[in-house]
């Protein structure tokens, strides 16, 4: 896990959130909340013909409350309870994922870059 001191503050995103392929901003400061816990997330390249996804388990996430939060962001196709965050302008991901039983969003921190 990375040092979150720079990019953290009062809880809340202090950067722009951006992809790390194509610069497209998916979060505005202040836009997100913090949240250091353990999840899987599907890794970015999948072998073909595999029954089940690699996933990666990422440990620090930025929490949206509101998927009209984002300035740019896509949406899988529902998955269980569960839709997939990739770049809105490249279609690069997953970034993160989206609970439809909460509503809420969670971005890795380590699938993007602040500026």
Request: charged share 20%.
């Amino acid at each position: 896990m990375a040092d979150t001191n720079c990019l953290v503050r009062e809880g809340q995103n202090s950067c722009v959130v951006k992809c790390i392929h194509c610069e497209s901003r998916v979060l505005s400061p202040q836009s997100a909340t913090f949240l250091s816990q353990s999840h899987a997330l599907p890794t970015p390249t999948q072998p073909k013909d595999q029954p089940s996804p690699n996933t990666e388990d990422l440990g620090e996430w930025w929490v949206v409350d509101d998927m009209f939060t984002f300035d740019n962001i896509g949406f899988s196709h529902t998955v269980g309870s569960t839709k997939y965050l990739v770049c809105a302008d490249c279609e690069r991901g997953p970034v993160g994922w989206h609970d439809n039983t909460t509503k809420k969003s969670y971005v890795a921190l380590a699938r993007v870059k602040h500026t």
